[in-house]
Nanobody, 123 residues
Framework: QVQLVESGGGLVQAGGSLKLSCAAS????????MGWFRQAPGKEREFVAGIGWSGGSSYYADSVKGRFTISRDNAKNTVYLQMNSLNPEDTALYYC????????????????WGQGTQVTVSS
């Protein structure tokens, strides 16, 4: 099993920035892709960003392209999400996810989930 623990959420004004972190523990050697999803009140959970094991390939939802950047530090088993130019529509519970197969599988059905960290953007 792999455990994922998110941190870095909080309250920020529109136009501001936040950086989320997700630390993985357990059988981390089995993990390939890592990424982030989010779920706003009354909406389905949606893919935000994903990154492959080497960090050379990353993928983003159209709604966050150019504003969010995903990165990972394999030595620390940690994935990050730098979020800039935040707007109220970004308010959601952000979940870290990991997958043993790759980003394609991560986007549809990740193997592991974190508990989530709340991001609230005020107007």
């Amino acid at each position: 099993q792999v455990q994922l623990v998110e941190s870095g959420g909080g309250l920020v004004q529109a136009g501001g920035s936040l950086k989320l972190s997700c630390a993985a523990s357990g059988r981390t050697f089995s993990v390939d892709a890592m990424g982030w999803f989010r779920q706003a009140p009354g909406k389905e959970r949606e893919f935000v960003a994903g990154i492959g094991w080497s960090g050379g390939s990353s993928y983003y939802a159209d709604s966050v392209k150019g504003r969010f950047t995903i990165s990972r530090d394999n030595a620390k088993n940690t994935v990050y999400l730098q979020m800039n130019s935040l707007n109220p529509e970004d308010t959601a519970l952000y979940y870290c996810a990991a997958d043993r197969s790759g980003v394609g599988s991560l986007r549809t059905r990740p193997d592991y989930w974190g508990q989530g960290t709340q991001v609230t953007v005020s107007s």
